[in-house]
Nanobody, 119 residues
């Protein structure tokens, strides 16, 4: 059974950093696109970053967030620096067959981890 499990969320102050992790199990995702999305209350799920053979970021996080992966650990990370209150959301990890900014392109999803940034 395929599982994606996120961890690392929490409550931080503006300007702080957090690193999210997404551990995959059930199959190897070394050749898959791995993405991070987020969803704030009352808003649609939005793209944050993706990685397969290269990386791609939403404009809102470019220069502040870094996505990376450790294929030996079947894990993808999201390093978030200079956090802002508008980054507050539930962050989801996803895995799919190709790089995309669209949630529907991803086949597997984690349960999400809450990130709250206070001002």
């Amino acid at each position: 059974q395929v599982q994606l499990v996120e961890s690392g969320g929490g409550l931080v102050q503006a300007g702080d950093s957090l690193r999210l992790s997404c551990a995959a199990s059930g199959r190897t995702f070394s050749s898959s696109a791995m993405g991070w999305f987020r969803q704030a209350p009352g808003k649609e799920r939005e793209f944050v970053a993706t990685i397969r053979y290269s990386t791609y970021y939403a404009d809102s996080v470019k220069g502040r967030f870094t996505i990376s992966r450790d294929n030996a650990k079947n894990t993808v990370y999201l390093q978030m620096n200079s956090l802002k209150p508008e980054d507050t959301a539930v962050y989801y990890c996803a895995a799919g067959g190709y790089t995309s900014t669209l949630p529907k392109s991803y086949d597997y999803w984690g349960q999400g981890t809450q990130v709250t940034v206070s001002s």
